[in-house]
Structure formats: C-alpha cells, structure tokens
C-alpha cells in the first residue's frame, strides 16, 4: 500500500514555528495526507506520543527531529536521542543511524536554510536526501533530485512548513507493507519513496514571517 506523507513540519515547539501540533494534525487530514513526520529543531519528538496520536487519530505520526550542527541541518527520523545542537555533523550522523533512526539530509543546497553541500551529503551517506523542499528555492530542489540520482541515495519531500497553512505542500509516497512508524522507516532505508513536488505560495511565507514576529513580541499568533 502506498501511504502520502509530510516528512518535514514544524510545530510551535520549534523557535520558528507559529503553529500547534493540533492545527499541524488538522491541516494535514484536511490536505488528505495519511501522516505526517514532525521534525521540530533540536527537539526530538516522542515515539511514545506518536504511537498514540497514530492510534487515536486517522494519521500517521512518524516522530523526528531537524538536528543543528556545525555544518548544517539533519534529520532524524524514529530518533528519539536529544543532540546537543552545535555538534558535528559526521558525529551526529554516526549516531543516528547506530541508534537505529533514519538519517535525511533536507534541503543539502540551501545555504541560507543551513544546507550542509554536497561534499558532506555524500560522506555522510545518509539513508535519503531532501529532493523537495516546497519552503526553499527550485534550483536547489533540482540539484538535490541530481544529487540522488547520480549517488543512487533515495530521495524525499516535505513541505518545511512552519504554519499550519503550509502543511502538505510537497509529499512523499511511500510504499509499505502495513500503515506503521517501523513500516515508514524501513521503506525509506530501502528507497521505497517517491518525491511529490509542490512549494509554498508567496501567501503562505508572509503569513508565517507575520507570526513569526508575533511571537517574538510574547504573543501567540
């Protein structure tokens, strides 16, 4: 069965996030996602949690984090391990996948989304790449697809989104055996994922930069 899959959102406990985990879950049953991977920065989220919203919810949740390190973001995904943020990205990586958890690297070329190169998404020999990112530019989008095929690394998409609003705007199909986090995680150490293209009006960025400085200024958005 093929399952469509958000597997990079952010919610209010990422220091840029504007939206809660229940606006995020809302928006994406209405987008017609079967689950989502939430990935808030440097704040691992609980496998125990996401156990149970998979269970009481019609989605699936695939527990993540976007991890900062000296040369640039990861994630980590069925990784539970808190990582102390400004860490080495090779270390980070090693301990990642020794732990179990699915290494991606998002947005590789994005330098001003802390995009690690090339050079390091190779060495680091992650599970799969970030081949859409529906928050950033298209170039980089399209040197990332590059990058998988000519490495042979599986590639995904997640829509990068910070607003509820921006939920789903890009996606990947993945093919599994049952509707499971373990079932997820296994698909895309095999490379059994399809990228589904899609970007962020210009709407949705203004909105999120507006709650952003909401926030800032002590007020929930």
Not at 114 to 127: F, I, N, Y
Request: net charge neutral; glycine share 8%.
């Amino acid at each position: 069965m093929q399952l469509k899959l958000d597997l990079h959102v952010h919610t209010w406990a990422s220091r840029d996030g504007v939206s809660s985990l229940e606006e995020v879950l809302r928006a994406a049953s209405r987008k017609g996602l079967d689950g989502i991977a939430i990935t808030d920065h440097d704040q691992p989220f609980p496998m125990q949690l996401a156990e149970k919203l998979s269970r009481e919810t019609e989605l699936l949740v695939v527990p993540g984090v976007e991890i900062t390190t000296r040369q640039g973001h990861l994630i980590a995904l069925g990784f539970e391990e808190l990582v102390k943020p400004m860490c080495d990205a090779l270390a980070a990586g090693d301990l990642i996948k020794s732990a179990g958890g699915v290494l991606v690297v998002p947005h590789p070329f994005d330098k001003y989304s802390h995009g690690v190169g090339e050079e390091l998404a190779v060495e680091l020999e992650p599970h799969a790449v970030e081949v859409c990112n529906a928050s950033t530019w298209r170039r980089y989008n399209r040197r990332a697809a590059e990058l998988s095929r000519s490495r042979g690394i599986p590639g995904i998409a997640g829509s990068d989104a910070h607003h509820w609003r921006g939920v789903g705007r890009a996606y990947t199909v993945v093919e599994v055996e049952e509707p499971s986090i373990e079932e997820v995680l296994k698909a895309i150490r095999r490379g059994r994922v399809r990228a589904v293209e899609g970007y962020l009006p210009i709407s949705v960025s203004i909105l999120t930069l507006a709650c952003r400085v909401l926030r800032a200024w002590g007020r929930r958005p």
